[in-house]
């Protein structure tokens, strides 16, 4: 048998050899499965972030609305200058998201023994401030009669910065009910001018 012929017999089954050996060949397996698996990995990693960022206002917002309604139940009369010194609290409890920017209220409740809660004071930043007579619904419980509490409201809006699994802004908002410390109802004294809101930034 010549070798010409005898390599013409061979090639085919060499050919045929290497079309089956490509199942064997586990060579780049690692790199596909990789390409496969690495859009669900990236996916759930900035998941993780924006989910960490979101708790992260969340716990802000919850301090400051606890805080705001502490700092004034503990305190007997409040002044335009308390309310000052209560929105550079938040400043500082909201770092580094901007106080500037969220909402917050802070109103005082008296129950005058009718089972009927009414407004008797409300300061508020980017917010309606409650009218002075309102009639408030609370949770069971939470007003004595009679008797008087602080109601503190923080509500912030937030929007990711990365965007890729929260897509739309979130509202995190809480609310603290807390009774005075050292009095029955806590007085509000204001020399404040028409317009000006002494609960925000001084300029």
């Known amino acids: 048998m010549s070798r010409k012929t005898l390599l ?21 397996i690692s790199a596909v499965e990789f390409a496969l ?10 998941g993780a972030i924006e989910l960490s960022l979101l708790m992260e206002v969340d716990r802000r917002v919850t ?15 409040v002044t335009d200058s ?24 802070i109103t005082s409740i008296v129950d005058s023994g009718d089972g009927n809660p009414k407004v008797t004071w409300s300061d508020a930043h980017n917010m ?18 009679p008797g008087s509490i602080i109601m503190a409201e923080v509500s ?5 910065e990365f965007g890729y699994i929260i897509s739309t802004s979130k509202t995190i908002s809480d609310k603290f009910y807390l009774r005075p410390r050292r009095v ?20």
């Open 8 to 28: 013409s017999r061979l090639n085919p089954r060499l050919k045929w050899r290497g079309i089956r050996g490509l199942r064997y060949n586990e060579q780049g």
């Open 37 to 46: 698996i690495a859009p669900l990995l990236i996916i759930l990693y900035l």
């Open 63 to 77: 301090q400051t609305s606890a805080s705001l309604g502490d700092l004034t139940a503990r305190l007997s009369t």
């Open 82 to 105: 308390d309310m000052a010194e209560m929105f550079a609290a938040a400043k500082v409890l909201m770092y580094p998201y901007e106080a500037d920017s969220a909402q917050m209220r």
């Open 128 to 145: 309606t401030a409650y009218t002075k007579g309102t009639t408030v619904t609370l949770p069971d419980g939470i007003m004595p009669s």
């Open 156 to 160: 912030y809006e937030y929007v990711s």
């Open 184 to 203: 029955s109802e806590i007085a509000r004294v204001s020399t404040a001018g028409a317009g000006s809101n002494p609960f925000g930034p001084t300029s």
